[in-house]
Structures are given as structure tokens and as C-alpha cells.
């Protein structure tokens, strides 16, 4: 196991880029009751410096994140009675992946039977990177069968309990052993492996990094959602699946740093990790955020 300190960074961009050269997150994401993970995943990945996101949600709910979201291209798919995501919708997410640069999955889908059939049939195979995440987690259980046949680098973001799941291990256990457990797990299944939390753990099986940044007020509704479309942003952008969750992870923490000193611990809520994400770019670089020269 090799140890990981060093935080990369994203590099300077092009005074000639556009929004093609910096990636196309796609989302998969949202429910009936859950509009609020879809559209904090979404939101995150923009801010992060992803060019375009597009979020799929189920078409129950469409209407609401097509009206609260405005620099994400919102797309229907075929939803249940209950407001998730239909086992039909995996022609549709075929389509739209076909213009996507990586995959966010899981904020707000809920874990019933049609999201955990769709998810086995549509996940394997695409080729992209796939950030998953909540209810992704919780369909795919202790089968990690469909990850392992994408083809490309599978980040996972459990929180103790939904890793308790994944290995069948009390969450006592999982906490006294987070650093030993999350690499095995990473080395076992050939995945990034992020295990949130205080102090949140980055392993690929090899290399292990520990977050130095954030603190308890980012124990809060979203903030995994946040993070889940801050680390597919990045990935977006051309770094690897490996340094994308340990900037990832960090970039969170110290918004969360930088919310809490304006707004307390306490008062922090998900959209402020949103909010904060500029001036964690701007810290982390060490650089002062002066106002343009003057034009006499």
C-alpha cells in the first residue's frame, strides 16, 4: 500500500477552450420524493468545471428539474408508476451516453426492483468511466458483477453503511478499519474505492489517500450527492479516476471548510458546497482573488 499526500490539480485552461474540450457528465439520477439528489449531483458537476452536464431522470419528475435546472440539459426517460426510473429506459440511456464522457449514478434513484433491473442490464459494457454512488450502490448489493464488465473505471462513493453492505461487515468493523478496508476492496474488485465519512479514505488498491479537509457540518441531506457529481466533473476534465476522487474528496472538504467559517458548522447545507466550491479552487491554489486591472 502506497500512501498518497500529494492533492493534484486541474491545469490552467486555454484562453482558446471551449465547452467540448472539458467533458460531458451524464447523471442518471432522481425519483419521485427525490428531485433534490438529482439536481445537487447535476449542479455540482457544472460548477466543478465539467462543460456539459445532462442529467436522465425519470419522466414523472421531469418537469420539476427541467424547471429548477438551468445550465443542465434535462432528458425524460421512461419512468414507473412510482415515480423511478423504467426498465425501458435502457434504450434511452444507451442514446445519451453514446455523447457522454463519463457516468454519475445513483443520487435519488431509489433502490426498487425496475432501478435495480435496469441498472444490471445497462451499466456493463459502456466503455465510460461511472461514478456510483447511493442508490446505485444499495441495487447493485454485494453483486458487483455489472461494474466489473464496463471497460473502463468504476469509482465507487459509499458512506460506512452502504460499505457495510457491499462486504457483509458491521459498520463498527468498517470504521475501526476504513484505511485496510477500503484498499482491499479497491484491490479486490479493480475499482477506486471512496470511503466517506470523517477523515474520507481513496484507495485503487495500490495508492491510499486520506482527506485532510472538511469537518461535521457536511453531515448534512446531499452532501454525498454534491460529491458524487464533483468527482465526475473532474473526471470530466481529463484526469484519472484515481486523482479525480482525491481532488474530489478534498475540492468537497474544504468548500465544506469554507462554508462552515462563513455560516457555521451548523448552519452548512449541501447547496453551500456548491456555493463554496470556486473558493476552494482559489485556496487550494493559494491564490488571491484580485479584481481585474482597471482598462484607463
Not at 442508490?135 to 448489493?141: E, K, P, R, S, T
Not at 458512506?159 to 477500503?182: C, F, K, W, Y
Not at 465526475?232 to 479525480?244: D, K, P, R, V
Amino acid at each position: 500500500m502506497r500512501i498518497s499526500r500529494q492533492v493534484p490539480m486541474l491545469p490552467a485552461r486555454k484562453r482558446d477552450a471551449h465547452k467540448g474540450d472539458f467533458g460531458h457528465v451524464l447523471v442518471v439520477a432522481g425519483a419521485e420524493g427525490y428531485v433534490g439528489a438529482a439536481a445537487l449531483a447535476s449542479d455540482a458537476a457544472l460548477r466543478v468545471g465539467a462543460g456539459l452536464v445532462t442529467l436522465a431522470a425519470p419522466r414523472a419528475v421531469y418537469p420539476i428539474l427541467a424547471a429548477k435546472l438551468t445550465g443542465v440539459m434535462v432528458q425524460p426517460v421512461p419512468s414507473t408508476a412510482e415515480g423511478t426510473c423504467a426498465v425501458e429506459a435502457e434504450h434511452r440511456l444507451r442514446e445519451l451516453q453514446s455523447r457522454a464522457t463519463v457516468r454519475a449514478v445513483g443520487p435519488g434513484l431509489t433502490a426498487g426492483p425496475a432501478v435495480s433491473s435496469l441498472l444490471r442490464v445497462w451499466l456493463p459494457e459502456s466503455g465510460l468511466p461511472t461514478v456510483v454512488d447511493a442508490d446505485a450502490i444499495n441495487c447493485l448489493g454485494t453483486d458487483l458483477g455489472p461494474l466489473m464488465n464496463n471497460g473502463a473505471p468504476v469509482i465507487l462513493t459509499p458512506h460506512p453503511g452502504e460499505m457495510a453492505r457491499l462486504t457483509s461487515r458491521p459498520v463498527p468493523d468498517i470504521q475501526r478499519n476504513r484505511a485496510e478496508i477500503a484498499h482491499e476492496f479497491a484491490r479486490r474488485h479493480k475499482c477506486v474505492l471512496v470511503l466517506k465519512g470523517a477523515r474520507t479514505v481513496v484507495s485503487d488498491g495500490d495508492r491510499l489517500f486520506t482527506n485532510p479537509s472538511g469537518n461535521p457540518g457536511m453531515a448534512t441531506a446531499g452532501s454525498g450527492d454534491v460529491l458524487c457529481g464533483i468527482i465526475a466533473g473532474l473526471i470530466a476534465q481529463g484526469l484519472g479516476a484515481f486523482e479525480s476522487a482525491q481532488l474530489g474528496v478534498y475540492l468537497h472538504g474544504l468548500a465544506g471548510d469554507i462554508a462552515a467559517s462563513q455560516v457555521t458548522e451548523q448552519g452548512v447545507i449541501a447547496t453551500d458546497l456548491i456555493d463554496f466550491l470556486p473558493a476552494a479552487f482559489v485556496k487550494q491554489r493559494g491564490a488571491l482573488n484580485k479584481p481585474p486591472p482597471r482598462e484607463d
